[in-house]
Nanobody, 118 residues
Framework: QVQLVEFGGGLVQPGGSLRLSCAASESIFRFNVMGWYRQAPGKQRELVADFTSSGSTNYADFVKGRFTISRDKAKNTVNLQMNTLNSEDTAVYYC????????????WGQGTQVTVSS
């Protein structure tokens, strides 16, 4: 069973930065897609950014130019560098991975809270 664990959430002031990491129980390069979603109170979960197995990235419009997704092969993590945070970025951030192995498996981490507030 694939396990995903997120690290790095917390409280930050508007305009500040945070870095989230997602550690996987198997090689991150085995996944077809791996990335970050978020869910704010009263809202649906939405894509923030992800990687495909080919290495291409996909970003939501609301984070372009502010957030950067990356992969660390040595640490086997997918990271999300978040800059110029604002109150609308407050949400629980989830790591998601998809892997096709006879059937499509979709895996989620437990989530990490990011709060942007002065």
């Amino acid at each position: 069973q694939v396990q995903l664990v997120e690290f790095g959430g917390g409280l930050v002031q508007p305009g500040g930065s945070l870095r989230l990491s997602c550690a996987a129980s198997e090689s991150i390069f085995r996944f077809n897609v791996m990335g970050w979603y978020r869910q704010a109170p009263g809202k649906q979960r939405e894509l923030v950014a992800d990687f495909t197995s080919s290495g291409s990235t996909n970003y939501a419009d609301f984070v372009k130019g502010r957030f950067t997704i990356s992969r660390d092969k040595a640490k086997n993590t997918v990271n999300l560098q978040m800059n110029t945070l604002n109150s609308e970025d407050t949400a629980v951030y989830y790591c998601k991975a998809e892997k096709f192995d006879r059937v499509m498996g979709i895996y989620w981490g437990q989530g990490t809270q990011v709060t942007v507030s002065s």
